[in-house]
């Protein structure tokens, strides 16, 4: 299975456009992830925009293919990578994703490896926080909920909750 870490964003809610690289617990937050991920994939891929020099040299320390890309919106951004490794499947991680339960994202996979449809979405009390299985490029979907077990780190306050 292959990663793609999506940190191309701006970070306008967290007033930081490299929120990635903030520290959780010490350790950079896309660091955290990388980590959770290897544990996942045998490839990690890290999308981001070519102005973010920060997370570039970050990332070129940590053994990960980047891929460039100008912002063009969250949606052709996340094509223009999944055509980019047209690999599948591609699990697909939001760069702002603290793990308070390691095990959940093995869990996720695992379920998600065994339903039928193309594209699976973990979600958060029936909300979507960044995370989905694309089996296929395009096809059918459905959620897979959790209540617990990961915070995505938008805002200030939410960083405050993994400190």
Known sequence: MKC???????????????KALVKASGKPLIGRLIDEARNICDEIFVSIDPSMV?????????G???IAKNREGYVIDLNFSLNSINTYPILVLSADLYF???SILRKFTDMAMGRTED?????????PI?????KKP?????NID????????????????IQ
């Not at 793609?4 to 490299?18: C, K």
């Not at 920060?54 to 940590?62: A, R």
């Open 4 to 18: 793609l870490i999506m940190a191309g964003g701006l970070g306008t809610r967290f007033g930081e456009p490299e």
């Open 54 to 62: 920060n997370i570039k040299n970050f990332l070129g320390t940590v």
């Open 64 to 66: 990960v293919n980047i």
């Open 100 to 102: 308070k339960d390691p």
């Open 119 to 127: 594209i699976i979405t973990f979600t958060l009390h029936g909300n």
């Open 130 to 134: 960044g995370i989905s299985l694309f």
């Open 138 to 142: 395009e096809g059918d979907f459905t």
């Open 146 to 161: 959790f209540d617990d077990g990961v915070v995505n780190v938008n805002t200030i306050d939410d960083l405050k909750k």
